[in-house]
T-cell receptor
Framework: AQSVAQPEDQVNVAEGNPLTVKCTYS??????LFWYVQYPNRGLQFLLK??????LVKGSYGFEAEFNKSQTSFHLKKPSALVSDSALYFC??????????FGKGTRLHILP | DVKVTQSSRYLVKRTGEKVFLECVQD?????MFWYRQDPGLGLRLIYF???????EKGDIPEGYSVSREKKERFSLILESASTNQTSMYLC???????????FGDGTRLSIL
C-alpha cells in the first residue's frame, strides 16, 4: 500500500533562513507526490506536485520540492522563510483510483 | 480557479440529530471526497464518489452516509450525530488523472 511519512511534528525556522519540511514515501510503481499547505481555519491549498521529469519541482509562494528516488524522499524547501509561511504542511501520495493519502502534517513556525 | 464551497463554516448540533453537510464544486470534476481532520490524526477519508449516484467507502465510513444526486454536489450525512463526530470536515474534488485535489474551507462541527 502507498504511504507517506512526515517525521517531524513541528519545525521552527528563523525568518530569512532556508527551510526544509521532510517527507518520505513508500509506493509500488511510480510515485505521484504532492505538497499542500493549510492556514488556520482554512482548507488545504495545493502547493506543488511531482509526476515525472525534473527532480526539483517548483510551486506556489516560492516553495520547491526535491524528489529523491534512492532515498524515497520528497522534501519541501524554500530558500528564505517568511513569517507568513507559518502553517501546517501536508505531504501526500496518489493511491489507486485517484485517491490521495496524506501524511500527518508538519507544523511550521517561522520566528521573526 | 477551482472553487469548492462548503455550506457552513461552523455548525453546532445535538447528539442524535441527523446532520447534513453540503459541498458544491464548480469545475465539473468527476471525483469528490469527504475527509475529517482531527489533531494528531491528519486527514481521514470518510467517503468518496467518482460519478453521479456512485459512492465508495473510505477508511472511516461508520456513522456516515453520502449522497451525490448531481455532479457538482456531494453531501455528507451524519445519521445520528454523536459527540465523537465533533471534528473539522473537509470536502475536496478532483478531475481524473494526476491532478491535485481542491479543498473547501471546511466545516467545524460540534456535537453537544
Amino acid at each position: 500500500a502507498q504511504s507517506v511519512a512526515q517525521p517531524e511534528d513541528q519545525v521552527n525556522v528563523a525568518e530569512g533562513n532556508p527551510l526544509t519540511v521532510k517527507c518520505t514515501y513508500s509506493v509500488s510503481g511510480n510515485p505521484y507526490l504532492f505538497w499542500y499547505v493549510q492556514y488556520p481555519n482554512r482548507g488545504l491549498q495545493f502547493l506543488l506536485k511531482y509526476i515525472t521529469g525534473d527532480n526539483l519541482v517548483k510551486g506556489s509562494y516560492g516553495f520547491e520540492a526535491e524528489f529523491n528516488k534512492s532515498q524515497t524522499s520528497f522534501h519541501l524547501k524554500k530558500p528564505s522563510a517568511l513569517v507568513s509561511d507559518s502553517a501546517l504542511y501536508f505531504c501526500a501520495v496518489r493511491d489507486r483510483d485517484d485517491k490521495i493519502i496524506f501524511g500527518k502534517g508538519t507544523r511550521l513556525h517561522i520566528l521573526p | 480557479d477551482v472553487k469548492v464551497t462548503q455550506s457552513s463554516r461552523y455548525l453546532v448540533k445535538r447528539t442524535g440529530e441527523k446532520v447534513f453537510l453540503e459541498c458544491v464544486q464548480d469545475m465539473d470534476h468527476e471525483n469528490m471526497f469527504w475527509y475529517r481532520q482531527d489533531p494528531g490524526l491528519g486527514l481521514r477519508l470518510i467517503y468518496f464518489s467518482y460519478d453521479v449516484k456512485m459512492k465508495e467507502k473510505g477508511d472511516i465510513p461508520e456513522g456516515y452516509s453520502v449522497s451525490r444526486e448531481k455532479k457538482e454536489r456531494f453531501s455528507l450525512i451524519l445519521e445520528s450525530a454523536s459527540t465523537n463526530q465533533t471534528s473539522m470536515y473537509l470536502c475536496a474534488s478532483s478531475g481524473t488523472g494526476f491532478g491535485p485535489q481542491h479543498f473547501g474551507d471546511g466545516t467545524r462541527l460540534s456535537i453537544l
